[in-house]
């Protein structure tokens, strides 16, 4: 998060305006002498050991300020409290600043009428309602997420019973699957039987195939030639047949016709 960012910030303490270019913001950026973060700014009141909730790791520069991680040990109710009440700030929206304390040279700047931090050393920073630097607070969402997407118990149970449900549809679209593949392989097995002849239905396809063979066979073998009868003759008309009729009765050559 911002830890102190480019503009003009008004101390609580000085109670005057400071300008923090962001030359100086690049070049001072990791000069800490103490890199703890306190429940509260000091004061009249010295610190406690139990009012240090956090360290402030991988300080650096980037985007016009000086950025650093918060580590919240969680070893002191202070610093589990702070804890609790961030993800509270986090869930309503409400913003949690942290306020940096420096030391460093000043300068004026006559011809904008402004005083500018030349130089800073950090020796650390504080929880606070409402900070000097307006850009130094702590998100209340991640990077990039939309505000609908803070996932909340509600949504939680509602994604679980999702998960659950898509669980079941896989499950009974695995009993499914096993049930096809099932059919499948019997189905194989009665094609295989099939395939495979019976040595009677073996003998009764070679004796067809026998069979076609000679008739094709016979079918490819030219008829026998009659012999020859010599010239053609031509049936010479019969002899006149002495009809007798005697009684009634016509015979021929003594039989009755």
């Keep these: 998060m911002k830890l102190l960012a480019e503009g003009t910030w008004t101390d609580s ?3 005057s305006p400071l300008y923090y270019p962001v030359q100086t913001l690049q070049a001072y950026a990791t000069n800490w002498t ?3 973060l306190w429940i509260r700014h000091s004061g009249i009141t010295p610190w406690s050991i139990t009012d240090r909730i956090a360290e402030i790791e991988d300080i650096r520069f980037e985007s016009d300020a000086v950025v650093g991680d918060l580590f919240f040990h969680g070893r002191t109710q202070n610093s589990k409290d702070s804890i609790a009440y961030i993800k509270y700030c986090q869930e309503t929206g409400r913003p949690v600043f942290v306020s940096v304390e420096h030391t460093g040279k000043e300068r004026f700047d006559a011809a ?3 005083w500018e931090a030349e130089s800073l050393v950090f020796y650390g920073a504080a929880l606070v309602n409402r900070g ?3 850009k130094c607070n702590l998100p209340t969402r991640k990077e990039g997420e939309k505000e609908d997407e803070l996932m909340d118990e509600k949504k939680l149970a509602e994604f679980e019973g999702q998960i659950k449900t898509l669980a079941e549809t896989v499950g009974k679209l695995t009993e499914g699957l096993a049930g096809v593949m ?3 392989d019997a189905q194989a097995v009665q094609m295989k039987t099939l395939a495979e002849k019976t040595p009677e239905e073996k003998k009764l396809q070679e004796d067809l ?3 076609l063979e000679r008739i094709k066979k016979l079918e490819e073998t030219p008829n026998p030639k009659t012999g020859d009868q010599g010239e053609d003759r031509e049936l010479a008309a019969p002899a006149e047949v002495p009809v007798r009729v005697q009684n009634g009765v016509i015979s021929s050559e003594g039989r009755a016709l």
């Design 132 to 134: 000097a630097c307006k």
């Design 13 to 15: 303490n000085v109670g």
């Design 112 to 114: 904008k009428s402004r």
């Design 182 to 184: 099932k059919h499948l």
């Design 34 to 36: 103490d890199r703890s």
């Design 209 to 211: 195939v026998a069979a």
